[in-house]
């Protein structure tokens, strides 16, 4: 076929693709009105999960040429435009732009939505309290280096709900203007150099390394010095408009973070959830072991453990745990009920549907 036969065929499409997304929109603003009238949440990440998940199994099933991540960003897309359709919305994230924390909240709310940068953890958690955002998006740990404690201290005071996450693979690249020769210094955040120790040690032993805020912030430090490079994400380095010197010299190839969205209420269950806990066990021997012994028993899976000083009384901790499965469900609410009957108090962060890496 000559291109020109091709790309009617593809105008073709293109026009029925057009007229589907403007009917799926037509619904989309009907279902916002219901929403309004039961005043009910606007995001939905449970449905966005089970739209999702239904697609990408469908076109497993068909065997179409799109792979998974294509079929998920373009879904991402459409919803996106659906919620800047149900509500003018604000998403508050840990800033400033261009930071891994900024792409994460894109990835999660797409183009169509307004995104506002706070400058602290405490700051996004704050707007959205206040009703000045609709949604919050905030690091919470990282494979290679571990808790955001910033972020699970937060949350020792808040009210706010955990309602989805984000696990994104974190590519770090070492980004200048100038040939790696000429690099005396380079600029990154604490968590982005551990993220990178050995390829540093082994790539460049002799150079200053300076922590700085934020990946964005070492950017736009390394764009205006002549012998100064940072480690930043891709979107970092394009804003600031720096070349890659060296892609992905990040020590894990694997290296994720695990963001998450926090809002006023927690997600309906999907059939594949996790919830986020905090606790604080009695101060007598064994507490922990038995407060944890119900999750044991009713085969409930653990899939990260966390202590922070309580900040109330010396040598006290609270504890973060994640397990698998909503809090709606039977076999969670018992686990719960066992739980705290070795706890001072027991509070639920979140339950929300699990993701895949994006
Ligand atoms: O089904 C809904 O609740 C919608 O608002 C529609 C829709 C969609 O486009 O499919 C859009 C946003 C929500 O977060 C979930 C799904």
Redesign the pocket.
Known sequence: MKLTDIRRKIDAIDDQLLKLLNERADL?HE??LV?RAEGSE????E??EA?LRSLTEKNAQLQGRLPEKSIRAIYRE??SA??AL?KDLTIAYFGPESTNTHQAARSKFGASVNYTPKTTISDVFDVVARGNADYGVVPIENSTEGAVNHTLDVFMESELRICAQVLMKIENHLVANIPREKIKRVYSHPQVFGQCRNWLRQNLPHVELIEVSSTARAAELAAGEADAAAITGPMAAETHGLQILAPSIQDIATNTTRFLVIGKTPSPPTGDDRTSLMFCVQDKPGALFHALEPFNRLKISMSKIESRPSKRKAWEYFFFVDIDGHASEEKVQQALEGLSQHCTFVKILGTYPKTLPT
């Open positions: 989309v279902v916002g929403k606007i995001y939905a990440p449905r966005e739209v459409i919803m659906s919620l149900e």
